[in-house]
C-alpha cells in the first residue's frame, strides 16, 4: 500500500466539552463536568487506550505534595513552592491547589483509591522536605487506573480511543470552538466542533535523548511528546517558565527515578562514592539537581541511591511498593544487573531534559480556575504552569477545569467553524503520510509540512 492509496473519512461531531488526555488530570476534569451538569454532551479523547494510558498508566506509589490538615497548611506550602522557583511563581494558582489538596485526597478515597493509614485510620503522611510532612504512600496505588474508569462509565463519559489530536480549531475572535484529529488506526480524519476544550496531555518529555540512548527510554511516557503545548501554542495561549525546564535523578540506564519520595522516609538518601550525603537543599528545589551535578563533576562521583544499610524487614517493603507500582520492570531490571538494595548501593544519574510543570514549572499558563489565556481553552495536570503540581495537582485542577467549563458552556452557543481554517490545518496534519518524498530531519519544517 502507497501513502496516496490511503482512504480516509472525514468524520465531523459535536459535543459540549471536549478534554484531550485520558491519563489523570483529563478522567478527572470530564467526570467533574459530568457531575456538574448531567445533561452536557463531554467526550474524552486518548491516542493510546483510556484503561492504561497517560503517566499514572501502571499506577502511582503515592503522592508527593499532600496538604493534610495537622501535618501542613496551604500557606506553608504555597511558600515552599515559592521559594523552591525563587518567587516566579503565580501564587494565586499554587494556594488554589493546596486549599483544595484534601478535598481531592478525601474524593479518591471514596471511589476506592488506597492510601496508606496508620492504626487509627488516619492518613500515614511521611515527612521528606525540610518544613511540611507532605508525603502519603499508596503501596496498592497500581489500581488507581482502574479506579478512574469505573467513575469515567459511572458519569457517562464518552470515550474516544486511539485519535491523535493535532490542532484546537478557533473562531474569527479567537476563542476556542473545535478540534481536529486523526485515528491512528484507520486514519480516518476527525473535526469535532465543541463550546470548551479541556488539555491534560501530559509533559513534554521527549526534547532531550535520554542518556541511556534509546529513543523511547524517556523519564516521562514516551508518549507525552508536547503535543498539548504544540496545540496550546497554535491557538494563541501564552506559555510560561519554560526556562524552569524538567531534569530528574534517574537510576542509571532505567527510565526510573530514584524514588524519594518512596525511599527517603524509610531511610535511604542519596550518596556520593564515598557513601557520604551531599544534598543539603530542600528536594522539590532546582538547587538539588545542581548540588547533584557539581557532586558528578568533582571528583566524588558516581552518585548512588544508598539503602544498603537498612534493614531486611525495610528493604522488602521498598521492593513491594517500588516493583509492582508505576514503573514494575525496575525489579527486573535490577535482576538482570545483578544489583540488591541489601549489598551494594545503586547508580544514579540525570535524565534528559523536558517540559513539566508537575515536576518543575513550565507549562501553558492558567490561573486558579484552569483557565488559559484563550476564551474557551481549559488545561490541567503536567502541562499546567502550576509549579510541582505532581498527580495530585493535575487530579485537582482536572476537577477545577471540568467544573468551570460545565458553567462557561452553559451559557454559549456552537460557534461556526471556518472551513477553510480546518481544511488547511486537516492538509498540514496529514502530508507526512500523504507527501510523495520523505521528509529529512534537517530540513525545515516549512518545507515539510510540519503538524
Same mark, same amino acid.
Given at each position: ?88 511563581? *503565580?501564587?494565586?494558582?499554587? /494556594? =488554589?491547589? !493546596?486549599? @483544595? ?6 474524593? +479518591? ?114 508518549? *507525552?511528546?508536547?503535543?498539548? /503545548? =504544540?496545540? !496550546?501554542? @497554535? ?6 517558565? +519554560? ?209
Amino acid at each position: 500500500m502507497t501513502h496516496s492509496s490511503i482512504t480516509r473519512s472525514t468524520l465531523e461531531q459535536e459535543y459540549d466539552i471536549v478534554v484531550i488526555g485520558g491519563g489523570t488530570a483529563g478522567p478527572m476534569a470530564a467526570i467533574k463536568a459530568k457531575e456538574r451538569n448531567r445533561d452536557l454532551r463531554v467526550l474524552l479523547i486518548d491516542k493510546a487506550n483510556v484503561k492504561r494510558s497517560g503517566a499514572i498508566s501502571m499506577g502511582m506509589d503515592g503522592l508527593n505534595n499532600a496538604i493534610i490538615p495537622g501535618h501542613s497548611t496551604p500557606e506553608q506550602y504555597t511558600k515552599e513552592i515559592t521559594i523552591a522557583n525563587d518567587g516566579i511563581v *503565580n501564587q494565586a494558582a499554587v /494556594y =488554589a491547589y !493546596a486549599t @483544595h489538596s484534601f478535598e481531592t485526597i478525601e474524593q +479518591l478515597d471514596r471511589w476506592g483509591v488506597k492510601f496508606e493509614k496508620d492504626e487509627t485510620g488516619d492518613y500515614a503522611v511521611k515527612k521528606v522536605h525540610h518544613m511540611g510532612a507532605y508525603v502519603l504512600p499508596m503501596p496498592e496505588g497500581h489500581d488507581i487506573k482502574k479506579v478512574l474508569y469505573r467513575q469515567l462509565k459511572r458519569a457517562r463519559v464518552s470515550i474516544t480511543n486511539r485519535l491523535v489530536c493535532t490542532r484546537l480549531l478557533t473562531d474569527e475572535e479567537g476563542a476556542v470552538n473545535g478540534v481536529m484529529g486523526f485515528d491512528c488506526r484507520t486514519a480516518d480524519f476527525h473535526v469535532i466542533k465543541a463550546k470548551a476544550v479541556i488539555l491534560c496531555c501530559g509533559a513534554a518529555g521527549r526534547l532531550g535523548l535520554p542518556s541511556s540512548g534509546y529513543l523511547m527510554g524517556t523519564y516521562e511516557n514516551p508518549t *507525552n511528546a508536547g503535543d498539548g /503545548y =504544540a496545540m !496550546a501554542y @497554535h491557538a494563541g495561549a501564552e506559555l510560561a517558565n +519554560l526556562e524552569c525546564f524538567q531534569i530528574n535523578p534517574l537510576i542509571k540506564d532505567y527510565n526510573g527515578p530514584a524514588c524519594a519520595y518512596v525511599t527517603g522516609p524509610l531511610g535511604g538518601y542519596t550518596a556520593n562514592n564515598k557513601g557520604e550525603r551531599f544534598i543539603e537543599c530542600d528536594y522539590w528545589s532546582g538547587q538539588m539537581m545542581w548540588e547533584f551535578h557539581q557532586e558528578l563533576e568533582s571528583g566524588n562521583g558516581p552518585v548512588f541511591l544508598k539503602l544498603d544499610h537498612l534493614a531486611e524487614e525495610t528493604i522488602q517493603n521498598i521492593e513491594e511498593i517500588l516493583h509492582s507500582n508505576e514503573r514494575p520492570s525496575r525489579g527486573q531490571f535490577h535482576a538482570n544487573r545483578g544489583t540488591d538494595y541489601r549489598t551494594q548501593m545503586v547508580e544514579m544519574h540525570i535524565s534528559e531534559i523536558g517540559f513539566c510543570s508537575g515536576h518543575s514549572a513550565s507549562g501553558v499558563w492558567v490561573n486558579e480556575r484552569a483557565e488559559t489565556s484563550v476564551k474557551g481553552l481549559y488545561s490541567a495536570g503536567d502541562m499546567a504552569a502550576v509549579p510541582h503540581n505532581y498527580m495530585l495537582g493535575a487530579f485537582t485542577y482536572g476537577w477545577f477545569a471540568g467544573n468551570n467549563a460545565a458553567d462557561f458552556v452553559a451559557g454559549v452557543g456552537f460557534q461556526r467553524l471556518m472551513p477553510n481554517r480546518s481544511k488547511q490545518k486537516n492538509k498540514g496534519s496529514t502530508r507526512p503520510w500523504t507527501a510523495n518524498t520523505v521528509c529529512h530531519p534537517r530540513k525545515s519544517s516549512t518545507s515539510c509540512g510540519a503538524l
